[in-house]
């Protein structure tokens, strides 16, 4: 009788440590997912500081520099998610977004309208963040209050998206 109550605990035992080994590699991979877009936060935001002072309209600059700040955000409410999780956040910047910061700079150094190739690499990259943010929301089983940052998130920058494109055609 002893052996099978031994034997009956070890088994639950053993359920229960699978269970939480899966729950640990959802929770890793759940961070990893939101650290990428916490990267992607600090690129943006540096990329707006960036065409900030590159255009000399002040409204352009004034919304690229209050776009800056809402990233920013952005970026604090992602590493509360991941907090929850037990994790840690990531923290700066990507190789990849210095690079295309850099090719920024040079595309603008070769530019007749500083302005409208500023404009067109918002566009280019505002469409690849909801990309990103699509694709990390199709996760099965993402707490309800993570879905709910990611999409209120998703949705501003889809808005910014229809804001640059009413600068284009003021600045082109």
């Known amino acids: 009788m002893n052996a099978n109550v031994n034997e009956t605990h070890f088994k639950l035992n053993n359920v229960s440590l699978i269970k939480m080994t899966m729950k640990m590699k959802y929770t890793e991979e759940i961070t ?30 004034d919304f690229f520099l209050k776009k800056a700040r809402t990233r920013n955000e952005f970026g604090h409410q992602i590493k509360k998610e991941i907090t929850t999780y037990g994790e840690s956040p990531d923290k700066g910047t990507s190789l990849k977004g210095d690079a295309h910061r850099g090719w920024m700079n040079l595309k603008i150094a070769f530019s007749n309208n500083n302005e409208e190739a500023i404009l067109e690499e918002t566009v280019r ?11 990390i929301l199709k996760e099965e089983k993402m707490p309800s209050t993570t879905i709910s940052v990611l999409e209120m998130q998703r949705n501003n920058i889809q808005s910014t998206l229809q804001e640059v494109k ?7």
């Open 32 to 61: 990893n997912k939101l650290n990428h877009l916490l990267t992607k936060n600090y690129d943006a935001e540096a990329g707006f500081n960036l065409a900030a002072e590159k255009v000399n309209n002040r409204d352009l600059k």
């Open 125 to 135: 990259g505002e469409k690849k963040a909801v990309e990103e943010y699509n694709q």
């Open 166 to 172: 009413r600068f284009e055609s003021v600045v082109s």
